[in-house]
């Protein structure tokens, strides 16, 4: 893969959650200067969730249809054009209206960016975990520099400045673009070898819905899973840090640094499911994922800390799995769309995810019942994976083939 191009692919994911994450913070500020609780502040950011969902689709197939490399020139430029409107808002509708386009704009880069990432390659593990990182260093980062920004400056801020550096870096984008070649135009399918092999026989067709049910239930459950983890995240850690923070820059840091380092698990879980088998390791981290989950949400204080941290370290690290498994079973011509679906539904959890946090705090539910919710998405996930394929279905069909 072209090593520059890798690189803005990274910027992009960093920045997708960045911005998708900063409210979540700068929520944590506005009580003075907008009326409304916690619970209701924070339902402003459910037309973004639903944006950054149901965005997807349309930008898959703009993906695969038109420029992977041209959706990404607009991904760039247009979230920072949105955040900075977003810091201009004067009333609880505009902040809504303004998150509603960033999310809109955020939902370019997992259909489009993923599948630049994957494209012409077999061995995607490693690739997808680095890329993950920089992905959850977006998410780390977004919580320190909301809080950073609102505190020094103000909540405005922190949407401006992030705002100004992704116009600026979508600009040296379009710019460096125009010496790769032209990879991203995706050639016609050929009666794709795959796609012949995976409908040649109804027990191949059995298995391709198979597959199709169970990562399409797994990218909604987990999806569900990352988002209200990341989402509630800086709350969980007000609540039940207690006296260890004092301020929201300090929540901010805290959830910066817990993030921070959980994000490097998909580097190594890229690495070993390039090495073992990837159902394997999946179904592992699903089942890990149980108890941890369960824990978070029941202790506070430095245990909290702790348990969060094995908790992201195992969430996350199921990333780049997911991602491959989708990669091994989709031929490349179809990849955008098949993202864009998978990600309308992961991604479709986080406007879940934010009127059920709401909902369960302003009613005296808590984080107990929140997290033992996502314990129970894990285990029927885990359940689940365990009738997958051990290969992928155009092997597996072949080798149904030659057994008959």
Known sequence: MNR??????????????????????VVLTLHGQFEGSYSELL?????????????????????????RSGMMAIFFIGIGVASILTGLARSKTEIAIGLFFIGLFASIYHP????????????????????????NMGIAAAAFVAAALGDLISWRAAFYIPGAVAVLT??????????????????EPKKDNMMAAITSSPEARQAMWRV???????????????????????????????????SALEVGGMVSLVVGVAAFAQIAAGQMIDKFSIKAVWIGA???QVPLLIVVGMISQVGLLIAAFAALVIIFGEIPIQDALLARHTPD???SRIYGIKFALALGA????????????????????????????????????????ARPLHLEAAANANAD
């Open 212 to 246: 199709i049910a169970i990562l399409g239930m797994a990218a909604l459950l987990v999806g569900l899973v990352f988002q209200t983890s990341t989402i509630a995240l800086p709350k969980v850690f007000t609540e039940g840090l207690g006296d260890v923070t004092s």
């Open 350 to 389: 986080s406007a879940m995810a934010v009127p059920i946090i709401a909902g369960l705090h302003a009613t005296g539910g808590g984080f107990e019942w929140l997290f033992g919710m996502l314990a129970a998405c894990a285990m029927t996930v885990g359940l689940a994976a365990i009738w997958l394929p």
């Open 112 to 135: 489009v960016g993923i599948a630049m990432v994957v494209q012409g390659r077999d061995k995607v593990g490693k690739l997808l975990g680095i890329n993950g990182v920089w992905g």
């Open 170 to 187: 979508g600009l040296v984008y379009v710019w460096a673009a125009r010496s790769w070649p032209l990879t991203d135009k995706i050639a």
């Open 43 to 67: 339902l402003l950011a459910t037309p973004g969730f639903v944006a950054f969902a149901v965005g997807a689709i349309p930008a898959g197939w703009l993906g695969d249809r038109w420029s």
């Open 333 to 335: 011509h179809l990849r």
């Open 4 to 25: 520059q191009r890798f690189i803005f692919l990274n910027l992009g994911h960093a920045y997708d959650h960045l911005f998708m994450l900063l409210f979540p913070t």
């Open 286 to 288: 699903l089942f890990l």
